[in-house]
């Protein structure tokens, strides 16, 4: 888009609805941009990540901010829902993958140094008992 009028949005769409935008304003005073999404399984909430290394859930229907998350001492990278949409799992360039509650924003858990590099990616398993994380691999001489 060449005059930007949808940066830091995301396009929300359904097979049955015609397609929308949402304004991403996690944190409007301070600029940052957004890192990472996720949208919960039932679809009413997305989790965000940005460069100020807040987390953020918003309604997918409003746009607006349920709550927020702070623990991270560098971007998030990637950020993922619990199946049953309870837990969000969070990744870092602070080596570090952290479980938050999804309606309080509360951090349940912290592994510290998971990976020796930035974690890129978590997924939750089917039961929402376990996670698996990637990071990037250091290269050897």
Same mark, same amino acid.
């Given at each position: 888009?060449?005059?930007?009028?949808?940066?830091?949005?995301?396009?929300?769409?359904?097979?049955?609805?015609?397609?929308?935008?949402?304004?991403?304003?996690?944190?409007?005073?301070?600029?940052?941009? =957004?890192?990472?999404? $996720?949208?919960?399984?039932?679809?009413?909430?997305?989790?965000?990540?940005?460069?100020?290394?807040?987390?953020?859930?918003?309604?997918? =229907?409003?746009?607006?901010?349920?709550? =927020?998350?702070?623990?991270?001492?560098?971007?998030?990278?990637?950020?993922?829902?619990?199946?049953?949409?309870?837990?969000?799992?969070?990744?870092?360039?602070?080596?570090?993958?952290?479980?938050?509650? $999804?309606?309080?924003? =509360?951090?349940?858990?912290?592994?510290?140094? $998971?990976?020796?590099? $930035?974690?890129?990616?978590?997924?939750?398993?089917?039961?929402?008992?376990?996670?698996?994380?990637?990071?990037?691999?250091?290269?050897?001489?």
């Amino acid at each position: 888009n060449k005059n930007n009028k949808n940066k830091n949005s995301v396009l929300k769409s359904t097979y049955d609805s015609r397609p929308t935008y949402l304004k991403l304003n996690c944190n409007p005073s301070s600029g940052t941009t =957004q890192r990472c999404l $996720a949208i919960s399984n039932d679809g009413n909430y997305m989790c965000v990540g940005s460069n100020d290394w807040s987390l953020s859930v918003l309604s997918t =229907q409003t746009g607006q901010i349920c709550c =927020q998350m702070n623990g991270h001492s560098l971007p998030p990278l990637c950020v993922c829902f619990s199946p049953d949409g309870n837990l969000i799992c969070s990744g870092s360039e602070d080596q570090t993958i952290r479980v938050w509650d $999804a309606f309080t924003g =509360q951090s349940l858990h912290v592994f510290y140094n $998971a990976h020796r590099r $930035a974690i890129s990616s978590l997924v939750f398993g089917s039961l929402s008992t376990s996670s698996s994380s990637i990071s990037s691999s250091s290269s050897s001489s």
